[in-house]
């Protein structure tokens, strides 16, 4: 009797002391670069490092699949894309994958339902702002240039047959340009790809992008911010980053944001741009009625479920000055939003509520 | 008279092998936890190099040795952080990005497909998951 007392205890402390803990789940992480021009972070929890590894792989071949879909620089053989569609623009439909018809169909849709800010069918005047970007000696596209461009950005003419699975941009000169959608967009596929396969609980960060789904199977260590935010105990928290320089100079970050299997999308001026001999900072989000880049704030962070729609509210908020795109928001259900204004001054819909779901760093 | 199930020695041995595992378990996540002063170079998602954030120091990764960068590269370490300082990349958005030491920014230089992380555990060092950009 007193050996079977013994070796109980024995089991049982040996037991306690081994990853029987949390059912065997514990969080590994993975990152990669490449798709979509980004460096991608991949968060999740697993029973094994092989389990986590077979999800690792489907995250990072989903989104090289959806980068090859979605370029408009390049061209993969075998393979109908972007870039394929405007090649053809004038002159013949082309026959493309799903996810394209999909994104594009979303695009057009929301266009029509929240906002003609965010045209995918702006092309014409994004790429002379690219050209200029990547140019050795950048310099500002001249306002003729910009406004002959801007003719051929009907979105209407952008003929979708969803039987047929085909895209016809019906005049030539005609391009379409996703970057304001497509990686969100395709953070929410990839995200009911690991739902799918039975990932319970992940988070992926993806430059300015955060897809997450369920919650912390194991509660975190406290930490400073636990103190004034208890909820990242248990649910993924993200930080939104400073822009580091104007008003934000020696901030780093801004705002903490609990996540309740929502997606984050941040859009912001400071990543993307060219400085003119002037000294002008030009960036990557052009407003398509001055065709110049919008200054009405440094960057704008959606929150809400979908993240494709996460993507295409945070590109049109940044379009639009501060006070309307706060009506904007706040019209919406399961919508919030962060600003972060040119003056320094940080504003937040109110569905976000410090301590509970949300802190400001800087007050 | 009665006898105890269990007499002295046996709690002495019990109480002896819990001591130890616990000793062993904290020794286990001390020794196999990174700390936050081990900064990974990674070149084309491999890992290249490792510095100190403790010890100033620059490391040149030459476009001879790794021929994706659009040139030789600079990291250096200084005053507990570690910044890319000296690159080619389109309007210089690399060396753009200012010096870190944490966990939760790492430096990413696409155009020469190096990312310079600071490791360790973000979430117990911030309470953050991530950083959006």
Redesign the interface.
């Known amino acids: ?2 050996k079977l ?2 070796g109980l ?2 089991f049982l ?2 037991t306690l ?1 081994t990853a029987c803990q949390n059912g065997g789940m514990q969080m590994y992480e993975s ?3 490449g798709p979509f ?3 991608f ?1 991949f ?1 999740a929890y697993a029973d094994s490092q092989d389990t986590f590894d077979t999800y690792a792989k489907l995250v990072e071949d989903a989104f090289t699949h959806y980068h090859e879909l979605y370029d408009q620089y390049n061209t993969y053989e075998g393979l109908n894309n972007i870039k394929t569609i405007n090649d053809a623009a004038g002159d013949h439909a082309v026959e493309v994958d799903e996810a394209i018809i999909d994104l594009l169909e979303m695009s057009i849709a929301d266009y029509h339902t929240y906002s003609s800010k965010v045209n995918v069918a702006l092309g014409p005047v994004l790429s002379l702002w690219h050209d200029a ?2 140019s050795a000696d ?1 310099q500002v596209p001249d306002a003729d240039s910009l406004e002959r461009a801007s003719q051929y950005c009907d979105i209407e003419k952008v003929q979708i047959d969803k039987e047929a699975k085909t895209v016809f941009l019906t005049e030539a000169g005609m391009s379409l340009d996703v970057g304001a959608v497509a990686k969100g967009y395709a953070c929410e596929l990839v995200k009911n790809q690991l739902v799918e396969a039975g990932c319970e609980s992940f ?1 992926i ?1 993806a ?4 897809v997450s789904y369920g919650h912390r199977l194991v509660e ?2 406290p ?4 103190k004034v ?1 208890p909820a ?1 105990l248990n649910q ?6 400073s822009p ?1 320089d104007g008003a934000y100079a020696n901030i ?2 801004t705002v ?1 944001i609990v996540l309740d299997g929502q997606s ?3 859009s ?1 001026d400071y ?5 003119a001999a002037d000294g002008t900072r030009y960036h990557h989000l052009i407003d398509p009625e001055t065709l110049y880049p919008a200054n009405y704030m440094r960057s704008v ?1 959606v929150i809400t479920e979908d993240s494709g729609l996460a993507d295409f509210l945070s590109s049109t908020l940044f379009l639009m000055p501060v006070d309307e795109g706060q009506a904007f928001v706040e019209s919406l259900e399961g919508v919030e939003a962060v600003w972060l204004c040119n003056d320094g001054t940080i504003l937040y819909s109110s569905g976000l509520v410090e301590g509970e779901n949300f802190h400001l760093y800087v007050s | 008279m009665s006898r105890k ?2 007499n002295r020695s ?1 709690w002495v ?2 109480g002896t ?2 001591i130890g ?2 000793v ?2 904290g020794l286990f996540h001390f020794l196999f936890s990174q700390s936050s002063s081990q900064v990974s170079v990674y070149y084309d ?1 491999r890992l290249v190099a490792t510095l100190d954030l403790n010890q100033d120091e620059t490391l040149v990764l030459s476009k001879a040795d790794y021929p994706l960068l659009l040139d030789d590269l600079e990291i250096t370490v200084s005053n507990g952080k570690v910044a890319i300082t000296k690159e080619t990349s ?2 210089h ?1 690399c060396s753009r990005q ?1 010096p870190t030491s ?1 966990t ?3 430096l ?1 230089c ?1 155009p020469n ?1 190096v ?1 310079v ?1 600071v490791e360790g555990d973000s ?11």
Request: a negative charge; glycine letters at 6%.
């Open positions: 009797m007193r007392i013994m205890c024995l402390t040996l002391l990152h990669f670069m021009d980004t460096q972070e968060r970007r990547e950048p988070l960060s430059g300015g992008n955060v975190a260590k930490s400073s911010l636990s935010l990242c993924f928290t993200v930080g939104v980053q580091g780093a970050n903490a984050v999308v941040t912001g990543q993307r741009y060219f400085t962070t | 199930l269990l046996d041995v019990l092998i819990l595992a616990l062993l378990y998602d389109p309007n958005i200012a944490s939760l920014t790492p990413v696409l497909h990312v992380r979430l117990q060092e911030e309470g953050l998951d991530s950083v959006i950009r």
